[in-house]
């Protein structure tokens, strides 16, 4: 049984950086896609970032880009998305998604993974 789970969410002052983390289980998704997404409250969940197959190629939302980091450990099937320079707009639950034969045009369509946890909270304050 495949199981995501994500940590390091929490509280944090606009300006602020929070490192989430998100640990896979029951198979290995080193040549698989993980990514973040993410939904503020009355919004719809959107897309924050990817880490793209045995290379890694890594895409961004615009609203993230140069701010948010994602990496990955494969020894330890975990994905880690580096959150620096944080606004109250980036409040949230961050989910962590992962699937395995994603194409490139589907990377931030939720629809297209197969594995999600279950959500940590991210609040940033003014």
């Known amino acids: 049984q495949v199981q995501l789970v994500e940590s390091g969410g929490g509280l944090v002052q606009a300006g602020g950086s929070l490192r989430l983390s998100c640990e896979a289980s029951?198979?290995?998704?080193?040549?698989?896609?993980m990514g973040w997404f993410r939904q503020a409250p009355g919004k719809e969940r959107e897309f924050v970032a990817v880490?793209?197959?045995?290379?890694?190629?890594?895409y961004y939302a615009d609203s993230v880009k140069g701010r948010f980091t994602i990496s990955r450990d494969k020894a330890k099937n975990t994905a880690y998305l580096q959150m620096n320079s944080l606004k109250p707009e980036d409040t949230a639950v961050y989910f962590c998604?992962?699937?395995?034969?994603?194409?490139?045009?589907?990377?931030?369509?939720?629809?297209?993974?197969?594995?999600w946890g279950q959500g940590t909270q991210v609040t940033v304050s003014s």
């Open positions: 029951g198979r290995s998704f080193s040549s698989g896609t």
């Open positions: 880490i793209h197959r045995n290379e890694g190629r890594t």
């Open positions: 998604a992962a699937g395995t034969g994603l194409i490139l045009s589907s990377l931030g369509n939720g629809g297209a993974y197969n594995y």
